[in-house]
């Protein structure tokens, strides 16, 4: 970009936003029917914490669970990938992406495969009754119809 990094830019279009009383709002926001695109970076989860974040010791232990007990004969296809999660809660009140990063990270590390080749995700919520939680996952090659 012409010696402009990308990050000012976006910070330059929010100022202006602001400064015109959201009269440029517009620069920023696409919207077609209900699909709205915003022209923000989104945020990595390592910018929105301060400090290295530590694993618990409870997670220590569901991550070597988890390593022990995940089937080895999973294989991947060529990348780019899709993964398609089906999270089984007890409780209404989960929030459907809190288990997604660490079953992620846990899956990578399992099969050998760096999370960034996954560019495309389906996430599934189901009820089920307390004692019954469980997740499921199929990692496909992504192939956009």
Do not use: C
């Amino acid at each position: 970009m012409s010696g402009i990094s990308k990050t000012k830019v976006q910070k330059e279009r929010l100022k202006s936003a602001i400064d015109s009383g959201g009269s440029s709002v517009e620069k920023l926001i696409q919207k077609e029917g209900n699909k709205v695109k915003v022209y923000i970076k989104p945020m990595s989860a390592n910018q929105a914490w301060k400090g290295k974040r530590l694993k618990t010791d409870k997670y220590k232990a569901y991550e070597n669970s988890l390593l022990w007990i995940l089937p080895v004969s999973v294989k991947l296809p060529e990348p780019p990938y899709q993964i398609h999660y089906t999270f089984g809660f007890s409780s209404l009140s989960s929030d459907f992406d809190n288990p997604i990063k660490q079953t992620t990270d846990i899956l990578s590390k399992r099969y050998k495969f760096n999370d960034k080749l996954i560019k495309r995700a389906i996430i599934d919520i189901e009820k089920v009754e307390k004692g019954q939680e469980f997740f499921e996952f199929e990692i496909t090659h992504l192939s956009r119809q």
